[in-house]
Every structure is written in C-alpha cells, then in structure tokens.
C-alpha cells in the first residue's frame, strides 16, 4: 500500500461542501483516508480572490502516482473545476487537488513533481501538514514539517475554522440500478460497487435455462420464464440482503425484483399474468426495498446497438417494439411508487464505457441527488 500526501482547497461557492464532496470521492474512488487535518481560512495565493478553504489529508492505496493523478483531476472536474492553474498563472476554483507526497519518492516528470515544489513555501500546506504529520522528513529538504513551518518565508496566518471534515460512506444501504435490455446496468453496477466498496449483487440470468429457450419460442416458454427469474431474484435478494459484510458498506444490485412484473407484463397473458401477479405480491411484501431505486434510460436505437455489440445470440432476435413495452413498463411502474426515491438518468447522448468521465458524471448525479432537499421522490437528470 502506498502512502499519499494531498492537499485540497476551494474558494468557490460552498467552499466546506466542495472539501467535503472531495474528501468523499477521494475515500471512494483512490484509496482509504487514514487523516484528515482540520481546515484552515487564509488568503489567495498569487491572485486577488476570495479566501480559501483549505486541508490536508493522508490515505492509503495500490495505485500508482499516475493514476492517483488522473483520478484527482476527474474528481476536479466532477466538483466543478474547469481548469488547472499554469505555473505563476491562478485563479478561483471549486476544488484544488494536489499531490504533496507519495511514500517518500521523489518524481520529477512533466505531468508531476513530488514533493510538490512549492509546499515548504506555504504556510497554509505546512500548518495543517504539522497538524497531522510533524515528524514526516521531506525527501528533498530532509527537515520535518515543524522545522518547514518554522523556518517559513511566509509571513500570512491560516485561521482555524470551526467545522471538521469527516470520512463518510455511500448514505444508501442499499441501490438498486436498472434499465432495460442492453441499457448498461450491470457494467455501470459492477463498477460503481467497486469503487464505493459496496457489497455487488447481480442478476444470474444466463444461468436461466429457460431464457434461451423462451426467444425461440416466446408463447410456450414466457411462464415457465418468469416463474424461475421470479423464484430465483427473491431467493438471491433474500439472502444476499440479509448477510451483514463486515468490509462493505452498502449494497448494489444490477436489478430489482419488481423488474419481474414489468417483464412479465409484456410477456405473459392475461390469465397468466393474473395467476402470477398473486404470486409475485405474496413474496414482495417480505423484501427489503432499496433506498435509491436508479433507472438509466436508453433510446431504442441504442439499446439495439448494444445487444448487438455484446453478441449473446439469444437476444438477437429481440425488437424494437419488444423493448418499447419494456420501458413503458418501467415508466408505468415509476409513476406509481410513492414511497420510493427514484433517480433517472437519461444517458442516451453518452457512452460511460468509452468515456470514463460520463461514468464519473454520473455517480455526481447520485451523490448530489443524495443531498437535494425535497419532497418529490422522482429525479429525471440528463447526461
């Protein structure tokens, strides 16, 4: 595990929320926070601006100095920031990370220099840098950070503020991220979990053996379809919810079980979808529903290339208007959850597979719809 040093500081807008909203995406996306320094007011640095707010903070991961720096700068333009300062060229920012240390190498490459070249020059690094790590050695310096903050040619005082950043997890326990065929669940879930150190449930699907089957031969096998995916998501959902795992904090599933009476809507008929809907009510009123419910809405067109991009032959046969009455299902079920807190995300204009940060765009969305204020449970967000 590496060791690394960051500096954070913002004076745009909310100035503690945008250090918070790093702190947590740096927890969640580069390593584990191991200290965090209180926060410090002081003045702009090398410009007339607004009064910074600004912290340092120590954590631990497997990544290497160039991806800690790729992630930094996303997690930058996430929260807003549009530019990196040229040297002797700075501005206002929602967010500034920086790379202070890393272990104690020393790194001097055109995309990054550690220790950071200027850090003994500043008493708003150096204060919160004594605060946490006073007897860490400079590599370079070979003075500790006492020493550094004694012998500073900086004459300005960072004022200690009152309010202290905290480590916080993902606040769902549990998200459920659906979509219709081909819309990207679960490579969007798989990942997301990952990230956010959550427990991953996904949808055993190609296990079915009926599923082949059923796009050959739709009338015959639809029941016999929807009564095994039925048995088998609450079964999985059962016991995957009721088992505590002491090193995640959450858990994300690529489906929710609600999804069978939407699918078997469309598939079943009438008499079936009586008998079923019994069924399906019995074993629903015993399941933990999710915190967040996300639905990532796809054009028909898209979801066509999709299926035809991943080459499961059973699907190629799927229609147009097949998936046409599944989003329509989807909606109709939205429109009458009043309890559930639901987030859609129109992605239709974006690819978060070839594009990483349309991927990062998108858990800002979830992360910000966490702190709206309001009483409307249904969130539409395009990306």
């Known amino acids: 595990m590496n060791k690394v040093v960051l ?80 040297e002797g060229q700075y501005h206002n920012r929602t967010i500034d990370i920086d790379i202070l240390y890393f272990n104690h190498k020393v790194l001097n490459t055109k995309d990054l220099q550690i220790p950071h070249l200027h850090l003994h020059e500043r008493n708003f690094v150096l204060k919160p840098l004594d605060d946490i790590l006073p007897d860490f050695f400079h590599p370079l310096l070979q003075k500790n950070h006492k020493e550094l903050l004694t012998l500073s040619s900086d004459k ?33 879930a798989t990942q997301f979990a990952k990230d956010v150190n959550a427990k991953l449930v996904l949808e055993r699907f190609e296990e079915n053996p009926f599923l082949p089957k059923f796009y050959e031969d739709q009338k015959r096998y639809a029941f016999p379809l929807e009564m095994s995916f ?36 469309v598939t079943l008929s009438d008499e079936e979808y009586a008998l079923y809907r019994k069924i399906f009510n019995f074993m629903y009123k015993d399941l933990v529903k999710p915190d967040l419910y996300i639905y ?16 499961r032959s059973y699907e ?24 559930l807190n639901i987030l859609i995300l129109d992605i239709s ?14 858990v ?20």
């Open 156 to 188: 300005t005082k960072p004022i200690l503020i009152d309010k202290q950043l905290s480590v916080n997890n993902l606040p769902y326990n549990f998200i459920a991220i659906e979509g219709n065929i081909g819309a990207g669940k679960t490579t969007f």
């Open 349 to 362: 204009d974006i690819d978060f597979v070839e594009n990483p940060d349309y991927y990062y765009q998108m």
């Open 230 to 265: 039925l048995a088998d998501r609450y079964q999985q959902l059962t016991d995957d919810l009721s088992q505590y795992d002491l090193f995640k904090t959450s858990v994300i599933s690529d489906y929710f079980v609600f999804k069978s009476l939407i699918f078997s809507k």
């Open 364 to 383: 800002h969305k979830i992360i910000s719809y966490a702190k709206k204020e309001s009483s409307n449970n249904l969130v539409i967000e395009k990306m």
């Open 316 to 339: 190629q046969s799927i229609t147009g208007d097949y998936l046409e009455q599944i989003h329509e299902g989807y909606m109709n079920f939205i429109k009458t959850q009043k309890d």
């Open 7 to 86: 500096a954070l500081g913002s004076n745009l807008e909310s100035k503690f929320d945008n250090l918070q909203s790093a702190v947590n995406y740096l927890n969640w996306f580069v390593g584990k926070i191991l200290k965090i320094a209180p926060v410090y007011q002081t003045k702009a640095w090398g410009f007339k601006g607004a009064d910074f707010l600004n912290t340092i903070l120590l954590l631990e991961t497997y990544k290497a100095p160039s991806e800690v720096l790729k992630l930094t700068q996303k997690i930058e333009r996430i929260l807003g920031r549009s530019q990196k300062s040229l």
């Open 296 to 311: 990532l809405y796809q054009n028909v067109e898209r979801l066509l290339q999709n299926i035809k991009k991943r080459g």
